[in-house]
């Protein structure tokens, strides 16, 4: 059965950094495109980043190029993001993702989800 399991979150002060994981287990995953989104009290889901599992391909949410990189260990079966120079306004739950799409930025084409990992920033 097909898993991906978020961790890494916490919280931080602004400025600071912090490395989300997502282990995908099930066997599948590797056929699939996987990406970060996150949800902010009050809004919607959004896109943050994707990628392939080979790392040739990625995108970014435009506002979050530079700071944001997602990256893949196909041995570990693990998504990786690592984010920096974190604002309060990235205060969210994170959540992993697995679809068919590429790129991967309309969660309604998302197959499978984590449960979701906390990020708070504070100012």
């Known amino acids: 059965q097909e898993q991906l399991v978020e961790s890494g979150g916490g919280l931080v002060q602004t400025g600071g950094s912090l490395r989300l994981s997502c282990a995908a287990s099930?066997?599948?995953?590797?056929?699939?495109?996987m990406a970060w989104f996150r949800q902010a009290p009050g809004k919607e889901r959004e896109f943050v980043a994707g990628?392939?599992?080979?790392?040739?391909?990625?995108e970014y949410a435009d506002s979050l190029k530079g700071r944001f990189t997602i990256s893949t260990d196909t041995a570990e079966n693990t998504v990786y993001l690592q984010m920096d120079s974190l604002k309060p306004e990235d205060t969210a739950i994170y959540y992993c993702?697995?679809?068919?799409?590429?790129?991967?930025?309309?969660?309604?084409?998302?197959?499978?989800w984590g449960q979701g990992t906390q990020v708070t920033v504070s100012s």
């Open positions: 993702a697995a679809g068919s799409r590429w790129p991967l930025v309309d969660h309604r084409f998302v197959h499978y």
């Open positions: 990628t392939m599992w080979s790392g040739n391909l990625v």
């Open positions: 099930g066997g599948t995953f590797q056929y699939y495109v």
